[in-house]
C-alpha cells in the first residue's frame, strides 16, 4: 500500500517572478490612460492659458474703446454735430447713402 501513496501524479507549478498575460495587458492599458489624460489635461491648460491671454487683450481693448466714447461724450460730439456723425460714417466706416457710388483713385 505504501507504493500506491506514493504514484500520485505530482503538481506542476509554475515559476512564480513573472507577469501573467492578463497582468501585463492590465499593466499596458493603464499605462496608455495614464498617458492619454495626461496629454488632454496639457491640452486643456494649453487652452485655458491661451484663453486668459484673449481675454486680457479684449478687456485693454474694451477699456481703450471706453475712454475713446468718453473721450467724445465729453467733447460733445456725439449726437449733437449731423456732419461729424457723417464725415465718420463716410470716413471710417465706408458708409454712402442709397444710389450713391463710390469711387476710388491711389495716388501716383
Do not use: H
Not at 485693454?60 to 473721450?71: G, I, M, P, S, V
Amino acid at each position: 500500500m505504501s507504493e500506491i501513496a506514493n504514484n500520485k501524479p505530482k503538481k506542476i507549478r509554475r515559476k512564480s517572478g513573472g507577469f501573467s498575460l492578463p497582468m501585463t495587458l492590465v499593466c499596458i492599458a493603464f499605462v496608455v490612460v495614464v498617458v492619454l489624460c495626461a496629454t488632454k489635461y496639457y491640452d486643456v491648460r494649453m487652452a485655458r492659458e491661451r484663453l486668459l491671454e484673449e481675454r486680457a487683450a479684449l478687456e485693454a481693448q474694451k477699456a481703450a474703446l471706453e475712454d475713446r466714447n468718453n473721450n467724445i461724450l465729453a467733447r460733445g460730439v456725439a449726437g449733437q454735430d449731423a456732419d461729424y456723425v457723417e464725415g465718420v460714417a463716410r470716413s471710417q466706416l465706408d458708409m454712402v447713402y442709397p444710389g450713391e457710388i463710390i469711387f476710388r483713385t491711389t495716388g501716383g
